[in-house]
């Protein structure tokens, strides 16, 4: 069974840096043709993804938080991080750390187009995150 557990510190002052931590049990952070990813959660908004690490450690971001974050792994501990610099309390949110899986769009005809899509299959409990000012 695959599971996913964020960790590191609840509480963050202004200015400073988070890091929080997924620990990845029941299957390689580097198995081929999966990905690995942050998401948050604001107080009373939607979800925000954040960004991936994908099996061989190439990493992406979302363009609105790119210049701040980093995602970055340790395969010997089978677990990826989330760096996230210069907090405000906008940043207060649940974090989530989970799979990403894809799979194959049904091939067009007509087109000729053969496309695939990503979707998030295993996610972390979740860990609340607070950024005083």
């Known amino acids: 069974q695959v599971q996913l557990q964020e960790s590191g510190p609840v509480l963050v002052k202004a200015s400073h840096a988070l890091s929080l931590t997924c620990s990845v049990s029941g299957i390689s952070i580097t198995t081929n043709c999966y990905y690995w990813s942050w998401i948050r959660q604001p107080p009373g908004k939607g979800l925000e993804w954040m960004g991936v690490i994908d099996f061989d450690g190439s990493a992406g971001y979302s363009p609105s938080l790119k210049s701040r974050t980093s995602i970055s792994r340790d395969t010997s501990k089978n677990q990826f991080t989330l760096q996230l610099t210069s907090v405000t309390p906008e940043d207060t949110a649940v974090y989530y750390c989970?799979?990403?899986?894809?799979?194959?769009?049904?091939?067009?005809?007509?087109?000729?187009?053969?496309?695939?899509?990503?979707?998030?299959?295993?996610w972390g409990q979740g860990i609340l995150v607070t950024v005083s000012s």
């Open positions: 989970a799979r990403e899986g894809w799979d194959l769009v049904p091939y067009n005809y007509l087109s000729d187009y053969q496309g695939s899509y990503r979707y998030l299959e295993v």
